[in-house]
Each structure stands twice: as C-alpha cells, then as structure tokens.
C-alpha cells in the first residue's frame, strides 16, 4: 500500500513491483502471500486490499485482547496522566493514538475507563482510510466517546499532550526511527507511550507458533512473524529516543515479568518530562519497579 | 455413564470450538452477546454430531452380527477414551479457570502455555484419545464407531470455522 506523502491520497500499487521487492529478499512466503492477493490489469486491487487489511486487523485485535493489551496501556496511561494533573495541568488532556489502524486501543480505553469523563480527549491517527473509515464505524456502533481522523498524529493542525502507538515502532528504522521520535518535541506534549514487540531469542518462534495459530490471513501470519523479527531492542530504543527528543526522560517499562528473567512480549518505549518523573513514580505505586532507568 | 461422560464432554469441546472459530471475527469491544451466540452455535453442533453418533451407533448395533457383546466392548473403548479427554479437558477448563485471578501477566501466561499449546494438540488429542479407546477393542464394530465418530469430531471445527468465514466475509463486503 503506499501514499502520497503530501495529499494522502492513495497511489496505485503494481502487484509485480512488490513481488520484486521481496524477490530481492529471497522471501518466499511473502511472495506467496503477494502472489494471492487480488489484481486488476496488474494492479493491487483497491477494495480487496482493503478488505483483506480490515480482516486482518480484526485478527490482531483478537490477539491485544488474548494478551490483554488494553489493560497494560491503561496500567501506565493512567500513571502518566495522573502525574500531569498532579503537576497542575487542569484543561483537556489531548491523548493521541499514533498509527492505530481500527482504533483498538482508543476504543478499549473510551469503553472500559473512565477516561473520555475525566477531560481525557481520546483520538487516532491513521495514514490509511479504510482502517480509519472502520474505526469511526465500530466506535459509532458502540457509541464510543473517541474519534478517529486519517491523516498524520503529529501535523501541527492537531496537538497532542500524550502520544501513543502499538506496534508502530518497528516499521522504523535507522533515520525514520529517529524522525519519528524527533516528532514528539512539540511544546505541549507531556509525554509518549510506545508499546512494541519486545525482541529476545524466542520471540520470532513464540511469534511464529501464536500467528499460525490464531491468524487466518496469510499476510497476518507472515507480518506478525516478521514484526518480531524487526522489533528494536531496549537498547536501541532508549538511545534513539534520548538523541531524538532530549526535552524528555526516555527509558522501558515493563520489560519483565514480575521482575523476574521471563520478558514480557511486549515492551514500553516511555518518554517523560522530566519535571513530572517523581510524580510519575509515586502514580505507579507497587508497579514502579516496572520503570527501567529514565533519562 | 461412560458414554453419557463422553456425550459432556463432546458438548464442551463444541462450545470451545464455537467461541475458538468467532474470535477475531468482531472487532467491536463489548461483544458478550457475539461471544454468547457462537457458544451457543459450537453447542448446537456438538448436539448435532452426538445425535449423528447416536443414530449411527443404534443402527450399527441393530445390524451387527455381536449384538451382545457390542454395548460391553463399547463401554470398554469409551472408557479408554476417558483417559485421554478428561486430563485434555481438566487442562483446558484449568486454564481458563486461571484467567479469573485479574492479573494481566498471569492471564497471557495462559494463553502462551496453556490455551495457545492446548487449540495446537488438539486434533492430536482427537485422534489419541479414539485411538486408544479402539486399540483394544475386539470388534470392528467398534472400531469403525470410533473412526466415524473421530471423523465427525474433527469435522465440527472445520464446518463452524467456514460458516463463521463466511458470515465474516459478508460483514466485511458490507462495510468495506
């Protein structure tokens, strides 16, 4: 699927040229799966692209819920906006969802939380449509109190106080990831939230073994098992985030279990003001020893 | 009593294998009543493949040469068959036993060791369980029972997993 970078608008993709990409790589599942979607006069076609992506998020939906996914952002969301009322921020707190295909966590959260009533706005941002014509379908459906818009979470026609994104992160590498980060130096924003498949030696196996189980779309199986293959290190993202935005405290939460050896799947990218870190610390309770190094 | 144990349990794999075949089918939040109708869906195909059973084993029993032996012979394999499905069942039912102590961690650990492995094994746990249950059999009444019946319970994922797609792709055709 690929966008102008300036309109949005959808460009046409030519089902050869992406074969070719992963030709380069040698990828023979992704070629399969390329291989099956369906084409018109050599052309990915449009509606069937769509619905295929709508499908498949409705399984990775299934899959944040088997791993309780609303939850653990509310775990930490809730800290982070408490420790920025607590520091005398009295308007409406902006929270932005970055990338968030149809809007699950934006949904859970405006379902399940008391949040939309406590001046907490709720809204996703999606560059693609049809993921974003689905959530405001849901969310209406459920008549939820969050909004979805497509286009960019971080142009100046819009602010946010909180950004957050799930399995956004890893489609970034080296500059990108960099420029992605950079993004968050916007005055009013208070602090960001970045969950994403955390890598270790198992993962790609443990990744490999639930998506062939729970997944029924090729291109889900394949995607979810090379998100975890691609998925940045702890390391990495500390570094890049304390290079890219230095107005804020960045560090993991999260990472294990219980304190224990045993990683969770899923790791925190957080990035803080630094003036609201002690607040942040007294809001997480017993769950700051979750917090890893801030800086 | 041991066919009646084995007719229970049929009725819960039914359920789990509804709910199993609807998740990530709907992608609203609050989904009880979805969830509840396709429970209902997976009970009522289990029903439907106990009835096929039972009509099948009443008329294999009407025409077998052994009817005497036959109920005894049945009630042995059936019993056998226990041995495999009630630890599978206990396992799974434990598992999700696990997910009521509210502890998100705790939660997902079920799903990667025990629910995840569990939905993996079992077609193989089918096929152990009847398996075992006609590996002693004496008669082959008996063991063409337990392969019809094997047949119809792996058979009941399949039909529900393509009757919840379909009502999926319907869905997506609508809104997309």
Known sequence: MQHDPYTLARVPVRKWDVLEVFAKFGNRKAIRAVKALPERDGLLDEKEIDRLLVRTHWEMQRLGEEFYHGPRVYELLRAVIDAIRRSGFKGELKVVDVGCGIGYDMRWLAARTPLANEGVELTGFDLNSALINEANRLSKAERLPCQFQHGDAFSLDHSGHIFLSTGVLHHFRGQELREFLERHERPETQAFLHFDFQPWLLAPYGSWFFHFLRMRTAVARHDGVLSAARAHSAGTLTEEARHAAPGFASGIYGAKIWNTPAPRVFHTLLGIRRPLIEELRKELGRRVGRLGELR | ?176
């Open chain 2, 1 to 176: 009593m041991t066919l009646l144990w084995l007719y229970l349990l049929a009725l819960l794999d039914g359920l789990l294998c509804g709910g199993r075949v609807s998740m990530g089918r709907c992608a609203l939040i609050k989904k009880r009543a979805y969830y509840a109708r396709a429970l209902v869906r997976g009970w009522l195909g289990a029903q439907l493949i106990s009835t096929i059973a039972l009509v099948a084993l009443l008329l294999v029993n009407r025409f077998s040469p052994n009817q005497r032996d036959l109920v005894e012979d049945l009630e042995d394999a059936a019993e056998r068959m226990l041995w495999v499905f009630v630890p599978y069942a206990v396992a799974v039912v434990g598992s999700l036993a696990l997910r009521m102590i509210p502890s998100t961690d705790l939660r997902s650990a079920t799903s990667v060791f025990g629910l995840g492995p569990f939905t993996a094994i079992r077609p193989l746990v089918m096929v152990a369980g009847v398996g075992y249950g006609i590996w002693g059999s004496q008669l082959v009444e008996t063991r063409a029972l337990g392969l019809f019946i094997l047949g119809l319970m792996l058979s009941l994922e399949f039909f529900l997993n393509r009757s919840a797609g379909a009502r999926q792709r319907r869905e997506i055709r609508e809104v997309v």
